[in-house]
């Protein structure tokens, strides 16, 4: 089936244009195509969104470079190939320089067809890694948030700072400014706002009974509430509905503990905005947390075991990672979790701190993360890489020390994925670190992936024998590997079998 493609022809020459519609239904397209010749004509079809652009070097009253200004001057992002009887090869690298995809010479438009094709085969990778990208950052972010109003809230002994440090880390991570949180007594028979910002603040010290109003019912149901409007819910109450302003809505979210209710927080944007599923899902991790902390404050002799748990959910969450990365790449399939158990071995070993060994462990797991910024044609291929695949694959460690850097209780386990792929002689990526100068942890890990990679089996090869591994580590001592380590790795295979 031909491809759709609304096309955009700026030439002053209908036998040349049909000339380009040819070519491009010859290479499997399906052009919805039209031809203007004047700036003016050629504005007024930029309002039907044109997939694409082919464009003349120069017309009698407009230009390919022309044209070029106008999408850079709007900051319209639709690629344009220039299409010309003659342009000279400077002329070609400056108008590639101010954004043009590609330039075609009229006598070779044969080849138009597959430059159209390649531009947007181009442009659909970088557009899937920029999303792949942006989701994986907002996860981080999310995440990085989690941990900043854990740390906080482990450390604040009073409820009331506790209070009020929850909501304006909240409402900050939200962009909003309005909200408040209501907790209820111990016999759990009435919820007062307690903290409140925006025009909640004139509610402060208002009183609700279980199942009076919004903020009752949320407590009574223990489900979250989403409202496109507050003074338009049937279940608002009567004390108070005069203080609500028009034209604002939210969501209100149960706190609770595993053992018990605790309260109720309010969360208020102004329209048009409203709150995204993934704001409520954020929310909810939020209420979770205050939950446990509140709970912590009134039961303290449990502080030691929910901040374990929360620790716990942070390495699941490192865990997640790695498994969307090998359900991606199947060839890698339970390497994460084989090369952590080896490197904490060889770890202890070569006298790693015991306080250091949690950070092996995530750097060890996330060794791969970068990989998330690799495109599917590339770490999928089912063969080995060409040398323009493999300068992309080295970025990978850029692109993992690009995400984890943001995230503070990460920054101690960036060595590894960052390192792991520097050699010992200095000839490795991503910066040609050499001997000591590479991490210990890196020096190590290094060891332990090349050899679990080995003996493992590959679309375009079969595993290498425990033996024929194990001669490859030992003839790369000193080269890729640091002796001392390998020496101490083949004492541990020894060992262990």
Excluded at 107 to 117: C, P, T
Excluded at 197 to 226: A, H, I, S, Y
Excluded at 410 to 417: H, Q
Excluded at 470 to 491: C, R, T
Aim: aromatic residues 6%; hydrophobic residues 40%; charged residues 30%.
């Amino acid at each position: 089936m031909n491809q759709p493609l609304r096309l955009l022809i700026v030439e002053d020459m209908p036998d040349d244009a049909e000339l380009m519609v040819m070519r491009l239904e010859a290479e499997g397209f399906n052009p919805d195509w039209q031809r203007v010749q004047t700036e003016e004509a050629f504005l007024k079809a930029l309002e039907d969104k044109p997939d694409f652009i082919l464009a003349d070097w120069l017309l009698p009253q407009f230009s390919g470079l022309r044209a070029l200004e106008l999408l850079n001057e709007r900051g319209i992002d639709i690629p344009l190939i220039l299409v010309s009887g003659s342009i000279g090869e400077e002329a070609a690298i400056d108008a590639l320089h101010r954004g043009a995809s590609d330039y075609i010479l009229k006598d070779r438009s044969k080849r138009l067809g597959q430059a159209v094709r390649r531009t947007l085969e181009s442009r659909r990778y970088q557009q899937d890694k920029e999303e792949a990208e942006a989701e994986l950052k907002r996860r981080l972010t999310e995440l990085e948030v989690l941990y900043n109003i854990s740390s906080s809230l482990r450390y604040l002994e009073s409820l009331d700072a506790m209070l009020q440090s929850l909501l304006d880390q909240t409402i900050s991570a939200l962009h909003t400014d309005t909200g408040a949180i209501w907790l209820s007594n111990q016999d759990k028979n009435v919820l007062k706002q307690l903290s409140a910002r925006g025009w909640f603040v004139e509610l402060d010290g208002l009183t609700l009974k279980q199942g009076e109003g919004l903020v009752g019912n949320t407590f009574l149901q223990d489900q979250p509430k989403f409202c496109p409007e507050f003074i338009r819910e049937p279940d608002i109450s009567n004390k108070i509905i005069g203080q609500v302003p028009a034209g604002w809505g939210g969501a209100l979210i149960p706190i609770h503990s595993n053992e018990e209710k605790i309260g109720v927080m309010v969360i208020a944007v102004e329209l048009p905005r409203e709150l995204t599923v993934e704001d409520l899902k954020l929310l909810s991790s939020i209420a979770e947390m205050a939950g446990i902390a509140v709970h912590r404050l009134r039961l303290f002799e449990e502080l030691q075991t929910a901040t374990e748990a929360l620790v716990s959910a942070y390495d699941e969450t490192i865990k997640g990672w790695v498994a969307a990365l090998e359900l991606r790449d199947q060839e890698t399939e339970g390497h994460s979790e084989r090369v952590t158990e080896l490197t904490l071995l060889l770890a202890k070993m070569m006298g790693v701190k015991e306080e250091q060994l949690i950070h092996v462990y995530r750097g060890s797991l996330l060794h791969d993360i970068g990989k998330m910024g690799v495109s599917d044609s590339i770490l999928l291929k089912p063969g080995p890489l060409n040398d323009r695949e493999w300068e992309i694959m080295r970025h990978h460690p850029q692109y993992a020390y690009d995400m984890l850097t943001p995230i503070d209780y990460l920054k101690p386990a960036l060595n590894i994925p960052y390192c792991h792929h520097e050699k010992f002689n200095g000839t490795g990526y991503p910066r040609g670190l050499k001997g000591e100068e590479i991490p210990l942890e890196a020096r190590i890990f290094a060891v332990v992936d090349v050899y679990d990679a080995l003996c493992s089996d590959r679309p375009y090869r079969l595993a290498w024998s425990k033996e024929d591994a194990l001669e490859h580590i030992k003839k790369e001592s000193g080269a890729h590997f640091d002796p001392q380590v390998v020496k101490l790795f083949l004492n541990l295979i020894e060992k262990t079998g």
